[in-house]
Structure formats: C-alpha cells, structure tokens
C-alpha cells in the first residue's frame, strides 16, 4: 500500500512539472529570435499553466526585463518596481541595469492569439465562446493539439461548435486529401460568410478532384441559405425605413392632411425632439447616472411636450392669421424653419451632437449567421406602431378627435354647435407637432443629431402624407411602409441615388392618375 502511494505521489510530481512553466522556457519565450520565441511560446501554450498566462500577459503589457539571461517579471508597487520569478512565483530584486524586452509587431499579434487561446481553459464562459470564434476565423495548424485539449473538458454546446469549426478549417489545409475532403464536409454544415470565405481559399488551390468537388457543392449551398438572409436583411431594413418615415409623417398627417396646414418647419419640429432627448440624457448622465439606461423613457414625453409647445407657439403667433391662404403659409414656415435652426445653432453649437442607445437598445437579435436585427431598430419599428395605435385612438375615440373631425369637415357648423374651433385647432397642431418631437427622439437613436435633421425627411413626409390620401391615417401607414420596401429594394438593384429618383418618378405618376392619393376622403364636402 506504501508502495502505490508512493507511486501514485511520484507520477502526480511528475504530471505537474511537465505542465509547470519552466526558467528554460520561460528565457526561450523571452530571449532569441522573434521565430524561435514564437515556436518556444506555442509549444508552452500546449500545457495550459497559470504561470504561462501571466508570462504572456506580461509581455503584452511590456512587464518583463531580463538580466544576465534571467527573466524578470515587473509591476510597479506603491510607487517602486517588484520582480517577480515567472517560473516560481517567487519576489525577485530589479537589478538597475536590467534590460526591457522589446516584442515587435509580429510577436505582439502572437501573444495576443496565444492568449486568447488561453482563454479556452478559462471559467468565463462568454471568453471561451469568444476565445473559441477567434481561433475559428484564424486557422493555425500549432493550435490543433490545444483545441482537441479543449474539446476533451468543454461542456457548453456553443463553444464545442465553434472548436469543432476551429478544428475543421485547420484540417483543411492538411496534406492528406481525405482530411481535406472530411473538413470540407464538417465546414459545409456552417453556413456562415466566414466559411464561404475559408472555402473559395482552398478552392483556388485544391488539386484532389473529389475534395474540389465537395468544396463546389458545399459553396451553393451556402450560397442558397446566405441569400435567405440576405432578402430578410432587405426586407428588415425596408421596414424600418419604413417606420421612420412612418414616424416623420404621422405628426404632417395632422397639421397638414386634416388641417390643410403646409408646414415647412414640420422637419424642424422633429429636431426639436430630437435635441430634447440629448437634453434629457445630459441631466440624467449629471444627476442620475445609475438609471442612465432608463433616460429614453424620461425623454419620450419631454421630447413631445417641447415640440408641441413649440407647434403651439407657432400656430397661435403666426398661421392662425393664415388659414385659406397656403401659398403664404408655406413661405411663412420655411421662414420660422430657418429661425428654429439658427436658434439650435446658437444654443448647441452647429456640429452634431452625440446621442447614446441605452444598454438594453445595444447589440442585435442573431437571426441567420448573416443576419442580425438591431434592438435599436426593433424598438423603433414597436415605438412606430405604439404611437400610430395611440393616435388612431385618440383621434377616432376621443372628444378631442371628435371636435377635430367635425371643424375639418365643416368648421362653419362646427362652430354653430359651440365648438371652439380656435381653442381646437391649436390642440391639433400641438399634437401633429408633439407626434413630430416623438419622431425626432426615435431618430435620436439611429443617426447623428444636428440643426439639419429635419431637413432629410421634410420632403418625404409630404410625399408619405400625399400618396396614402390626405387626412386618410390609413394611408399614411401603407405609403411610409410601401416607400420604405420600395426604396431598398431599389437600391440593392441601382443604387442610392436611382433609387430615389425612381421613387420620386412613381410617386408623380401614381398622383396624376390618382390625384386622391391611396386612399381617398368620402363624403359631400368632397364632392
């Protein structure tokens, strides 16, 4: 019994000293050739030892320095520099005249690869999972031993896939055809653009006529699923244009489709929200920087209260003197547009000014392997339809809807009834204005802000308002979500500027053959 346990002692000391680092190799990692090091510091990395990772991690940090061929490890204590033996661990004094360790570039990129794989071995599992992608994207034959190692202990599925991944990129570049071809097999199963990429490499040099061939029918079929991805890529991103321009249009589709107000500074009122949401997350990141993340919702209802008290303003000092008369109307909005502009410029300065996404507004849904939805946009195509519900609502179930049908319909009878039609319609130009404002604070989240944001979307909020029908909400909705697939459809097809152009040529065509637009108002006054 003595004797197996002695035995047993014997095989453990010997275990851990052929995985502890050594001053051999501690002094070949360091000392030599920027080739050798590397070969020297691959070879330790095979044997995942804490030892080693504080090497590394001090040579990325250009902590380590050597004297008379002795490797030292520095950290500055208190003020004074401590040494420190990287093979035992024990305090070491700093000799003056030791000198630095100098890592080029190429030696800087292997310390870092070698660290992070590493990170295999680590109990973090979303640095393994990361440590894992890394050795995935960069094959390297000197790390198979070290993920077959990982493979061995691994137990989160994610991390096994992305190492079995890892594992078949290296193989593919191995001299025996039938790894090649097994490889190729494995990679075909993940669909991702990384691995099309991996695979039109190897098929520029592949010489076997059977792995060549794998490689072709692994490579359509990759392209059949990514291409999936790529039209719901479209798709999405249509959507969300379109609830933008949902969003822009919604406040014009009061002020002008049932007011017949034509509001050039309606751009500038999206501003407005705009900058009232970086208002608010100013105060929040001065006074309140632990609910931070929560800003956005304080600055919802403070971005509509400031444009509609702004929209009020408006309506009371200079367009109710201007009903019936559009043409003056128009060019005294433009003006008041350009007032609104200036004053943000003097206030604000006149570059942009940076609007932060809140945590839980950061990062993407990974639909595909080529498709990620960002939280942003998600949240911005929900705030659209939460606020196009609200609106219906209030102006189909309300009394202040009720009194806004009845003046736009016949405002002389309207106001036989004892309606106040002034009092009504500066509530419904506030509430076209504030609709705007909440425009702006969505904005906020997906572009730069400045005292020209509102100027984008002026012309295609008309142009929303006038193809759905105006005073039809209806149509508002289907012409922002139509313009906006339309849009991106066109251009992936010609381009940006085309895109426009032919949108704009529809839109024009659409209007001379039905001037009503999609949907049109029904009723005696129209006739």
């Known amino acids: 019994m003595l004797r197996f346990l002695l035995l047993s002692f014997a095989a453990l000391l010997s275990a851990v000293s052929a995985q502890a680092l050594t001053p051999e190799q501690a002094q070949a990692i360091v000392v030599g050739d920027s080739s050798d090091r590397i070969t020297a510091m691959q070879q330790a990395v095979q044997t995942p030892d804490e030892r080693v990772a504080a090497l590394l991690q001090a040579l990325a940090d250009d902590r380590v320095k050597v004297h008379d061929g002795k490797v030292i490890l520095v950290r500055e204590v208190e003020g004074e520099w401590k040494g420190e033996d990287p093979a035992t661990g024990q305090s070491l004094a700093v000799p003056e005249d030791a000198e630095d360790v100098v890592n080029n570039n190429r030696m800087r990129g292997e310390i870092a690869s070698a660290l992070a794989a590493l990170q295999l071995f680590g109990p973090d599992v979303t640095a393994r999972r990361a440590a894992a992608q890394a050795l995935a994207t960069e094959p390297d034959a000197s790390r198979l031993p070290l993920i077959d190692k990982a493979l061995a202990v691994e137990k989160d599925a994610t991390v096994r896939e992305q190492l079995d991944l890892a594992r078949a990129a290296i193989l593919l570049s191995s001299t025996e055809p039938a790894q090649r071809y097994a490889a190729v097999q494995l990679l075909s199963a993940y669909r991702t653009p990384a691995t099309r990429q991996l695979l039109g490499q190897q098929l520029a040099s592949e010489e076997d006529a059977r792995v060549k061939a794998a490689i072709q029918a692994a490579q359509r079929a990759i392209e059949d699923h990514l291409a999936w991805g790529e039209r719901a890529g479209v798709l999405?991103?249509?959507?969300?244009?379109?609830?933008?321009?949902?969003?822009?249009?919604?406040?014009?589709?009061?002020?002008?489709?049932?007011?017949?107000?034509?509001?050039?500074?309606?751009?500038?009122?999206?501003?407005?929200?705009?900058?009232?949401?970086y208002v608010v997350q100013g105060l929040f990141r001065s006074y309140l920087p632990g609910a931070f993340d929560w800003y956005l919702v304080a600055a919802v209802p403070v971005a509509f209260l400031a444009s509609a008290l702004v929209g009020a303003a408006l309506e009371r000092?200079?367009?109710?003197?201007?009903?019936?008369?559009?043409?003056?109307?128009?060019?005294?909005?433009?003006?008041?547009?350009?007032?609104?502009?200036?004053?943000?410029?003097?206030?604000?300065?006149?570059?942009?000014?940076?609007?932060?996404?809140?945590?839980?507004?950061?990062?993407?849904?990974?639909?595909?392997?080529?498709?990620?939805?960002?939280?942003?946009?998600?949240?911005?195509?929900?705030?659209?339809?939460?606020?196009?519900?609200?609106?219906?609502?209030?102006?189909?179930?309300?009394?202040?809807?009720?009194?806004?049908?009845?003046?736009?319909?016949?405002?002389?009878?309207?106001?036989?009834?004892?309606?106040?039609?002034?009092?009504?319609?500066?509530?419904?130009?506030?509430?076209?204005?504030?609709?705007?404002?909440?425009a702006g604070c969505a904005l906020s989240q997906v572009g730069n802000v400045g005292p020209d944001l509102g100027q984008g979307y002026i012309v295609d909020?008309?142009?929303?308002?006038?193809?759905?029908?105006?005073?039809?909400?209806?149509?508002?909705?289907?012409?922002?979500?139509?313009?906006?697939?339309?849009?991106?459809?066109?251009?992936?097809w010609q381009g940006a500027v085309l895109a426009k152009i032919m949108v704009l040529i529809f839109i024009i065509a659409f209007i001379q053959k039905r001037p009503q637009g999609i949907f049109a108002l029904k009723g005696r006054s129209v006739d």
């Open 236 to 277: 999405f991103t249509g959507i969300s244009l379109g609830s933008i321009l949902l969003l822009a249009a919604l406040g014009l589709a009061i002020t002008y489709g049932l007011m017949g107000v034509i509001n050039m500074a309606h751009g500038e009122l999206i501003m407005i929200g705009a900058y009232a949401t």
């Open 317 to 438: 000092g200079v367009i109710r003197f201007l009903y019936g008369r559009p043409l003056e109307t128009l060019l005294a909005t433009w003006g008041i547009s350009l007032v609104l502009m200036q004053a943000v410029r003097s206030l604000f300065g006149a570059q942009n000014v940076a609007v932060e996404n809140p945590a839980w507004m950061s990062g993407g849904w990974q639909v595909l392997s080529n498709l990620t939805l960002p939280y942003n946009r998600l949240v911005i195509i929900a705030f659209a339809f939460a606020v196009l519900l609200g609106m219906a609502l209030l102006i189909s179930r309300t009394r202040l809807g009720l009194f806004v049908r009845g003046v736009t319909q016949n405002r002389p009878i309207a106001s036989c009834m004892g309606v106040n039609t002034a009092r009504v319609d500066t509530y419904a130009f506030a509430l076209g204005s504030g609709v705007a404002g909440l």
């Open 461 to 492: 909020s008309f142009m929303v308002v006038v193809l759905g029908g105006v005073g039809q909400l209806a149509g508002t909705v289907y012409a922002a979500l139509g313009l906006g697939l339309v849009n991106k459809l066109l251009e992936g």
